[in-house]
């Protein structure tokens, strides 16, 4: 990383220059940052400058005797004269732009562009970033004896979350600090100490839930937002109803396919899944399969609550467009009996609890669902044809130390400029969050697109001429002017 250091900090006062860095003070920062100019090649050759900022911020702000964490962000110069655009990323998980830069054709894609529009800062997760990572031991692998009950595997995982909670805060971690709302300061240290009174928000999924969050907050700093796989405050446990019409959206584009007439003639896919979960749960089946970690044989015993993990496919998920064809080929193989796949997939799930990253475990049970929906999420997990959140069975959340209340989960009133996007594929964040969204911006230009994944707005931009320079325009101007409200996507490529 070529070029000279700028450490900005800020106490009120100047301090004196030294030979190896110059010192200076940003109009209402305050924060410690640093400043650090970075040049990247391509083997494409594309050449691209931009600065990597590192700033420290308190763990937990409620907190006057708080640790300190030290975020990374990036910056891309850009358009001066127009509100300068944070991109939040989805996950919750975003570990810093630095891998993502070393991909070529990545910078190309997803930032130059918007460069045209204004200048970009992209601020990595707390938690999961350089320097401030919250990584939970790995799990052990189970024998398939010890977790064949939901019993059993909730206890799992939630022995595996707790013993990653207490490991760390026996290290003086404050976990209540891990939330999205701590997150909307982080943005707003950012920008004031870059000395952006006002800027725009790009956000999707999770992205969009921390840009919600920061609108709704500092209203007066946001000159408007361009939100997409909308996920509100309340959406953070999906409705298992709601993401089975998304499904069964997809389903009814896979029936009408002409390629797939032998996996159709028996009906529409999702009814005939259904079926046989419901043929499953009367007479649950031994399954012949393998084990994934060793590759050994193994015998597995499947209800059809147990294939309600695999609606979504036993291969890759329905996450990505791109992915829906093999979502119909996965489908194929279990309708016509085959369910080995499905059982080595099964397997994942039960055998070693997926619990990564302590700060993922907090954002998540910090946002939460209300009573209400915690009332909703309970009854439709028997009559949903897909399972629920992962935190939601175990309760981890019950007895973790993050939860922002009822009061960050309520509908809220914004005015701030909005444009949001959503696919009506979408299975991640589902396509009924949409309305909700809508609800809360008395000024929004809404884009429905047609097909769409979790990632539609990028399949709108790859698949529409002219899409992402309305979305350009929109950035620089505000205007929706050229803005469609419904993007057909081209037919899923079943074959």
Sequence with gaps: MAGRVIIIWVFG???AACAARSEVVSAGAARPMTLE????????????????????????????????????????SGNADVPPIYILRGGPGFRGLE????????YGFYLEPYREAAEIVVIEHRGFGVDNALPCAEQPVAELADVDTAAERNARYRNAAFECRD???DKGVDLSGYTVMQMVHDVIDVADALGHDRFQIMGS????????????????????VALSALEGPD???????????SIRRLGAEANAASGLADLTKRGAIVDQFAALIARTNREPVVVASTDPWTDEPVTITLSGDDLKEVTQGFSRGTTWGFLFPRWAEDMRIMLDGDLSGA??????????????????????????ASAARRELLAAQTATALVGNHELFGPDVCADWPADLGASYRADFASDVPALLMHGTFDTSAPYANAAGVRSYFSD?????????????????????????????RWLQSGSADSLPEVVELEPVDWL
């Design 99 to 106: 891998n993502d830069l070393e991909r070529d054709g990545y």
């Design 167 to 169: 490991a760390y805060m």
């Design 37 to 76: 100019p970075v040049s990247r090649d391509y083997p494409s050759g594309t050449e691209i400058a931009y600065e990597i900022g590192t700033i420290v911020v308190p763990e937990n702000r409620g907190r006057p005797d708080s640790r300190d964490l030290s975020l990374q962000f990036h910056r891309f």
């Design 444 to 472: 929004h230009h809404f884009v429905e697109i047609r097909g769409g994944s979790h990632g539609a707005n990028i399949e709108a931009i790859e698949q529409q001429p002219g899409f992402q320079a309305a979305l350009i």
């Design 205 to 224: 999924s999770f992205g969009s839930h921390w840009g919600m969050a920061v609108a709704r907050s500092y209203p007066s700093r946001v000159a408007r």
């Design 343 to 368: 059982a080595r997939r099964i397997q994942y799930v039960w055998r070693r609890p997926t619990v990564d990253n302590a700060a993922w475990i907090s954002l998540e049970c910090a946002s939460g």
């Design 235 to 245: 959406h953070t446990f999906d409705m298992p109803l709601e993401k089975e019409a």
């Design 13 to 15: 006062v100047l301090l």
